[in-house]
């Protein structure tokens, strides 16, 4: 039987890809990275969160099959002490580190405190269990964002490039990809690099109101109906829920190691901002959306938000104000070449922007993003 160790089971993405390793017919059990007091104070954070991408039974049966290791990213060997790291090395077969620290708006010295700091202690792990014969895969979640300002087609084997970052998560994640093929590189290692994350397939459901969910929050509102961004960037969003499936599939013990997939759209499967604004517009029934330049927005109209909007409306405007627009500005195009060849021979595809959008949509309208609980 295998012995997984996951980490980033209480994240949005983390939760599902536990639930799923759970399925597997030869997982006896995980080991999880929780940050508590103690472990009935772990199982209670990891029930809670289980509940948002399983029902009430299932996650109960999911957290009764997890071993919550209470240690934090930020700390030497996760804050274990020795006989409690050399006995999780010690029945560890394949790692699986999903944890990061997601925000935009930290400092580097802070995101690189648990997206590479973190990435290097669960390496340690990995090489101790290697050292000790049991460790057959190590599975590392990125981005597909490493690219940061690159504009062109970015490949599954592009690493390296200068073009620099829109945000602290994006460099942090690609110093921490980056260290790992350097100074990890005896390590079993596959690396999956999701694009924009969003709500399930079937039931739009999500946690995460960030990135795309800005502009749409704003327009569902009344509040704004300008995208300050390009009409025609592409934009790579995947659901959540084939994320988890993929890196589920290609993190069996049978897969191969020491590739690199794009869990994207693809080049094919990416859309402008403008044909999500059509989507949009048509689901809401509110007036034209409009594109403004992200320069002449900074220098003009946001001075003017700061000073004469108050209230939601306001904070609404400047969380997204600063973070997003970069993301609407220009992108990248993410080849799925390998991942898309690899899921195909088990009957998994990235599914259409057009297909499931509007539930999406009607799960933001019917929670009030989050607010309510869904009907």
Not at 148 to 175: F, I, M
Not at 255 to 283: D, K, M, N, P, S
Not at 300 to 309: H, N
Not at 338 to 361: E, K, N, W
């Amino acid at each position: 039987m295998t012995r997984v160790f996951i980490t980033g089971v209480t994240g949005f993405l983390g939760r599902y890809m536990a639930d799923r390793v759970l399925q597997r017919p030869d997982v006896d059990g995980i080991d999880v990275l929780v940050r508590a007091r103690d472990v009935d104070h772990a199982r209670e954070r990891l029930l809670k969160s289980m509940r948002f991408a399983v029902s009430e039974a299932r996650a109960a049966e999911v957290v009764e099959r997890m071993s919550p290791v209470l240690g934090d990213l930020r700390q030497e060997r996760f804050g274990l002490d020795e006989d409690a790291w050399n006995s999780l090395a010690e029945r560890t077969d394949c790692i699986l580190h999903a944890a990061a620290n997601v925000r935009f708006d930290q400092r580097i010295e802070d995101a690189r405190g648990e997206n590479v700091f973190g990435t290097q202690q669960a390496a340690a792990l990995g090489l101790e269990a290697q050292r000790r014969g049991g460790l057959s895969r190590f599975d590392w979640v990125g981005t597909a964002f490493v690219a940061g300002l690159r504009r062109d087609v970015v490949r599954e084997e592009d690493l390296e490039h200068t073009a620099g970052w829109k945000n602290p998560y994006e460099q942090s994640k690609y110093e921490a990809e980056q260290w790992l093929r350097s100074e990890a590189s005896a390590l079993p290692l596959t690396v999956f690099r999701p694009s924009i994350v969003v709500g399930e397939t079937a039931t739009g459901a999500t946690t995460n109101f960030g990135m795309m969910y800005w502009p749409i929050r704003l327009y569902s509102k009344g509040w704004w109906r300008t995208i300050v961004g390009s009409a025609q960037t592409p934009v790579d969003i995947v659901p959540v829920d084939f994320v988890a499936n993929a890196i589920e599939c290609l993190s069996r013990a049978d897969q191969a190691v020491g590739v690199t997939y794009h869990l994207t759209a693809g080049t094919e499967g990416a859309v402008t901002i403008e044909r999500l604004a059509a989507l949009v517009q048509e689901f809401f029934g509110g007036g034209r959306i409009r594109f403004m330049d992200p320069a002449f927005f900074m220098k003009w109209v946001r001075p003017v938000v700061d000073l004469f909007i108050w209230g939601p409306k306001r904070r609404v405007l400047q969380e997204g104000g600063t973070f997003f627009i970069p993301y609407f500005s220009g992108n990248p195009l993410f080849d799925n070449t390998h991942a898309a060849a690899a899921l195909a021979a088990h009957g998994i595809a990235v599914p259409r922007v057009q297909d499931y959008f509007s539930t999406l949509l009607t799960f933001v309208r019917d929670t009030d993003f989050g607010k309510n609980p869904p009907p």
